[in-house]
């Protein structure tokens, strides 16, 4: 219920769509399952191609934090990688609940920075967490 609270929170300003996936590792590269994931969740699907996933292999023990075209044209280049190293901080100390939000709220921040909340905008993905 936290993920999903900081998941609101962070969308609360923003018309960007963030997601938290979790699964016990298929045997798939952590990032091509990402991939994978993020169009079978049709994030690919936003308006503004501004939805980050958050995809977690328990198993294989990765994460990945991929951002459709729209938010990594405008993020700075060294921002998931930052994000990615504030989670994993968190994962190494088996903080994971606090690592996730964490990282869905500073992806948050990016997405409010560059694709603000505007009246009629919906949410257009839900904020529940997926599981594989």
């Known amino acids: ?17 963030i997601r938290v996936h979790l699964e016990r590792g298929p045997n798939l590269e952590a990032f091509e ?3 994978e994931v993020f169009h079978f969740l049709k994030m690919d699907n936003t308006k503004q191609q501004n939805g980050v996933l958050i995809y977690v292999a328990i198993d294989t023990k990765t994460f990945v934090i991929y951002g459709d075209s729209g938010i990594n044209n405008v ?13 994993q ?4 100390a088996k903080r994971f609940k606090d690592g996730l939000i964490e990282g869905i709220l500073k992806a948050g921040e990016q997405l409010e920075t560059h694709f603000p909340w505007f009246h ?13």
């Open 1 to 17: 219920q936290d993920i999903i609270e900081a998941i609101q929170k962070a969308e609360l300003n923003t018309s960007g769509e």
């Open 33 to 35: 399952r990402a991939m």
């Open 89 to 92: 901080s968190h994962f190494k």
């Open 75 to 87: 993020v700075p280049d060294n921002f998931w990688d930052s994000t990615k190293d504030l989670i």
């Open 120 to 132: 009629g905008d919906s949410n257009e993905l839900s904020n529940e967490i997926s599981k594989g």
